[in-house]
């Protein structure tokens, strides 16, 4: 069962969906999933918080208690620009929340986004700052697009010549034995209006 809040940051409504899920509701292909990274994304290998470094969703979720987390932009008459800073700001808010719940529960969460924590990744020689490294969701083999039409009804659109008419990203609290504390916190959460 997921539930909706709608918040405002900067004028834009995002829609944020959330819920408690176990493993066996995932899809997951980690082989599939990290050759396309290994073939279409730029932070292959060289990113601390991709493939091949990260954990996959077998070693991070089973036996765990989780939380997925959809934030939703509707961009149906956005420019490419338009689009870019929605993704960013999406990125920041989903980011910032797993930081929350971190520092105040000193839980792990997977976010929406490659590792962002230094301007220049040092993963070859050992990473620099592992407390605050991030993982992102997309390389831990969780097929994302299959996970979040059948966990929360919602359908992933890809950039092509226009953008999609709606933005989505999702993240994971990996919350454990905090799960109903979280979710009920979740609940009552308010965002400042401007990240």
């Given at each position: ?75 149906t008459d956005y420019t490419k620009d338009e689009f870019k800073e929605a993704d960013k700001t999406l990125n920041k808010l989903l980011k910032s929340i797993g930081l929350m719940f971190k520092e105040k529960y000193g839980i792990e969460f997977l976010s929406p986004e490659h590792c962002t924590e230094c301007d220049v990744c040092t993963i ?72």
């Open positions: 069962m997921s539930f909706v809040k709608t918040i405002k940051i900067d004028n834009t409504a995002v829609e944020i969906k959330f819920g408690e899920y176990k493993y066996e509701d995932l899809v997951i292909d980690i082989e599939r999933v990290r050759n396309y990274c290994r073939e279409g994304c730029p932070n292959f290998g060289v990113n601390g918080g991709c493939p091949p470094f990260s954990p996959t969703a077998n070693q991070l979720l089973k036996d765990k208690n989780f939380i997925l987390v959809i934030g939703k932009i509707n961009t070859h020689e050992g990473c620099k700052k592992s407390d605050k490294r991030t993982i992102s969701i997309t390389g831990t083999g969780i097929m994302l697009s299959e996970t979040i039409e059948n966990l929360f009804h919602e359908k992933l659109e890809w950039a092509n010549e226009k953008p999609p008419s709606k933005l989505i990203k999702i993240m994971c609290i990996i919350s454990d034995n905090l799960t109903e504390k979280i979710l009920e916190e979740f609940k009552n959460l308010s965002i400042n209006n401007k990240l």
